[in-house]
Structure formats: C-alpha cells, structure tokens
C-alpha cells in the first residue's frame, strides 16, 4: 500500500503516477486487480453515475456513500476522495469536520479539492491536521458556473502564470499533489518543472507526473460523448446492451430459463406433489 510521501518519490524517480476514478465495489476491484497507484472517488460520479449534468448536485453523503463501497472493493489502494461542491468553503471548521468524515467513515487517504486562493488556508489546515490533500488547477467542474463552460485553461500568458503560482502555492500550503485539468501540454510541463509535488494530467500532455481518467470513460461504459483527451481502451456499451436485449428477447420467447437454469425435483417427490 502506497502513502502519501511515495507520490513524491515516484517523481523523483521519474516513474508515472496512475489513477483511474472508481464509484462502486466493481470498478475499484478491477483498478486494484489492474495495478492503478490511486484511486480517484471523483465528484464526477454526479455526472457519470447519478446522471446530473454536472458535479454541483453532489452530497457529501453521495461521496461517503461511493467511496465506502470503492474501499470495501480495493483495500489495498491509495484511495484520494473529492470533497463536493461548497463542503470546504464555508469556514476551516466546516471543512475540517467535512474532510474529516469523509476519512473516518470511509476509510479513503486523502481528500481532493478544487481551486488555490479561496481554500490555500483550507489546504494548510487539513493537512496540519493530518489529512493528505490533493489539489486540482485549471478547468475545476465545480466552478463551471463561472468559468463559462468545460473549456482549456490557461491559453494565455496571464492566465497561465496565474497558474504557475497557483501550482505554487498548493504545494506551499502543504499538498501532496495536484491534479491538472484541461491545460495546454506546454504549461502543465511547466507547472510539473515548477513544483516538487506530482502533477497529475487530464487533459494536460504527456510531461506531467502521471495521469488520471474516468472509469467509464477509458471503458466506454454508459458515457455516449467523452472529450477529446480521453482515450476509451474499449467500447463497452454495445456489448452490454446487445446483452440486455438478448436476455429480454429470451424471457419474451420462454427460452430462458431452460433446464439448465431451473431446478428439478425428483420423480418421487414429484408424485408426492401432484397427491
Ligand atoms: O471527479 C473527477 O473524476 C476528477 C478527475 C477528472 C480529476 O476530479
Ligand atoms: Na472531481
């Protein structure tokens, strides 16, 4: 089981970080079974598994509930749990008893949040009080209120040197890593140069610490559009629902079940039943 202080190490080492989002028993059996250094209970879950059209919608509940059922499934994987929409904003308190619930009741690492300025202090806090924090610049989906839409961050120079220190202060304020969304590859290399923590992409290029994608959409299970980084390894959703049909189209026609999937009862008993 990794820690915290090997995420570093591995970039030291030159060696990729890998993490995958996982939301449920299954997902995070077959991460582990694969090798993945972390696993991710992405917020994204509001959209690929609840089916709200973005992340704001979820609960501090639905990311206890989620990660609960990814440790019961990966027990011997660093698990990194985002922390929602407007549970780390309020006050340190606040944040604190949310990050706090979010470890204690699920048994996860470390917490995610969005953002550098607003919750630099949040960052500081949770880790002083012995929770590992990864952060996550560039496109944040819980702002995309704000930002104006899911689009590439940091195109300009001002916007990508605000970056750049932003990156920065993360790591100053005690992150273990930091994951950076939707950026040209030129300035996440930068950003990776810059900081000593792992950066890990999405959406980011090949010169960052490692990289992280969502389950279903590596899979192709569920998603119908994914965004141009996302590489899908398979295409899932076919398979699965020429399945579905083949099993409705069987109980229709009285193929299923046949003897093979039923029970018998003897002879004996038989003659029994019908007296
Ligand atoms: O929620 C999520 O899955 C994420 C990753 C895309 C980084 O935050
Ligand atoms: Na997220």
Avoid at 162 to 172: F, I, N, R, V, W
Avoid at 232 to 240: A, C, H, R, V
């Amino acid at each position: 089981m990794k820690q915290s202080t090997d995420f570093l190490k591995m970039k030291k080492d030159n060696e990729k970080i890998v993490m995958l989002t996982a939301y449920d028993y299954p997902s995070a059996k077959q991460a582990e079974q694969a090798g993945v250094d972390v696993i991710l209970v992405g917020d994204s879950l509001g959209m690929v598994v609840l089916g709200y059209d973005s992340t704001v919608p979820v609960t501090l509940e639905d990311m206890i509930h989620h990660a609960k059922a990814v440790k019961r499934g990966a027990k011997e994987t660093y698990i990194v749990v985002d922390m929602p929409f407007l549970t780390y904003h309020l006050s340190i308190r606040d944040t604190l008893l949310n990050a706090g619930r979010l470890i204690q009741e699920t048994g996860a690492h470390a917490v995610k949040l969005e953002g550098a300025d607003e919750v630099l202090e949040q960052i500081s806090a949770l880790t002083k009080a012995g929770i590992p924090v990864c952060g996550h610049l560039g496109l944040t989906p819980q702002s995309v209120g704000v930002l104006g839409g899911y689009k590439v961050q940091g195109k300009e120079a001002k916007d990508a040197i605000k970056l750049l220190e932003d990156a920065k202060k993360c790591e100053e304020a005690g992150a273990f890593a930091l994951v950076l969304e939707c950026v040209p590859k030129q300035l996440a290399d930068e950003v990776s140069k810059n900081v000593s923590i792992p950066v890990i992409g999405i959406g980011a290029g090949v010169d960052v610490d490692g990289q992280v994608l969502v389950y279903h959409d590596i899979l192709g299970y569920g998603v119908e559009r994914v965004p141009k980084f996302v590489k899908q390894y398979y295409s899932l959703n076919p398979f699965i629902v020429e399945s579905i049909q083949a099993y409705v189209k069987e109980v229709k026609m009285e193929q299923f079940p046949d003897d093979k999937h039923s029970f018998t009862m003897k002879e004996r008993e038989l003659s029994g039943l019908y007296g």
